[in-house]
């Protein structure tokens, strides 16, 4: 007798389950699901309901054990590249300092050349009225070197700037996955656990 009234209330949870995973069925086959973005990443994502419900628990599992590496991963990998990007622009930094130590060093020497040879063509007797010439004309044409150099300097910062921006773009469009991935895991689970 006892028996007989645990079938029949197995029995009863049976088709309760089954009449759950129906109106899951209806409710996923819906055209709004369909419409959806994710509603075929769902619906691949969920076990064959053709297997025991004990097999689909265990297949739901390992889909949801899966999924979590996944983020893990996807987590991990935005983690490295924010690292790489503070390392980019901590190196960017270092060279560009150096970069205008250089061509300020640069300057410096090319102007003290300038007035070195300025002085030598002044103090020279012999030279004369030419070689202060000669030295306005090679001064001109250091202070051009010169403006080349800033010019030049200034290119390569807007590089730099781009790549940073390049990098943080990178950064975002990653964490905009991760964000749409940790919004979809739990709409998969509830679709799971609904059944």
Known sequence: MDWEHRL???ECQIQQYEDE???VLVASSSPEVISSVFSCQVRDALPDRS???SAQLEAALRLLVDRSKALKLQELKIVTLEAENSSLKASIHIESDKLRTASAELLDLQISKMNQRAQEALNSTSVGYEAFQLSKEREEEIIKIAEDTISSL?????KKDETIQKYRDKIRELWLE????KEVFP??????LAR
């Open 8 to 10: 029949d209330v197995l």
């Open 154 to 158: 200034r290119r390569q910062l807007v």
């Open 21 to 23: 995973r129906e109106q």
């Open 187 to 192: 709409l998969r689970l509830i679709h799971f």
């Open 178 to 181: 991760n964000e749409k991935q």
């Open 51 to 53: 297997l025991p419900v």
